[in-house]
């Protein structure tokens, strides 16, 4: 989650001066702003976006993970990011969290459809925000996508697992 006031305050200088960095960052390709994807105000977070790296390399090198052993679910995460950019028919990314915890790591837009996806890098525990979006949204297409699709529950309703190079596949299938 980017809070400016806090990039602000952390490094020493001034709000507006961290909003013209970024501002750069952004349009060099260095860094994107994914904004939350909500309908209800008053129950759905709506504020910050999330920061994802367009280029993974550098974000291995600040967080000197170079090796796979290393990777963390933010660096998972954020090279699913980078590989759903690279396909032109997705409208908008988004993700989605609510007050009550509910969150969802990226909500696509694709031909006038609504993919959720939750990125693990590990097993997933719970389905609970999966479940709650499909039923608040009535939404049948819910995906998964992880390093390890052969451990997950494979009794899942709905739920669409996927390994990190299937997710053409994923999009296609739309």
Not at 5 to 33: C, H, M, P, Q, W
Not at 101 to 117: A, C, G, R
Not at 149 to 157: I, P, Q, W
């Amino acid at each position: 989650m980017l809070n400016n006031s806090e990039v602000a305050g952390n490094s020493g200088i001034a709000g507006k001066t961290a909003e013209d960095y970024l501002f750069i960052l952004e349009n060099t390709y260095i860094i994107k702003r994914v904004y939350p994807f909500y309908s209800k105000l008053n129950t759905e977070l709506t504020k910050m976006p999330k920061l994802f790296f367009e280029d993974n390399g550098i974000q291995n090198i600040l967080e000197n993970n170079f090796y796979l052993e290393k990777l963390t679910g933010n660096n998972f995460e954020n090279s699913i990011y980078t590989e759903l950019r690279k396909f032109s028919n997705i409208e908008t990314i988004n993700f989605w969290r609510t007050k009550d915890h509910h969150e969802l790591d990226f909500i696509l837009k694709i031909k006038n459809k609504i993919v959720p996806i939750e990125v693990k890098l590990n097993n997933i525990k719970s389905f609970t925000s999966l479940n709650y979006f499909s039923e608040k949204y009535n939404n049948k297409n819910i995906c998964i996508i992880t390093l390890n699709k052969d451990k997950m529950l494979k009794n899942s309703r709905n739920i669409k697992c996927y390994a990190p190079w299937e997710i053409d596949k994923l999009i296609k299938g739309l």
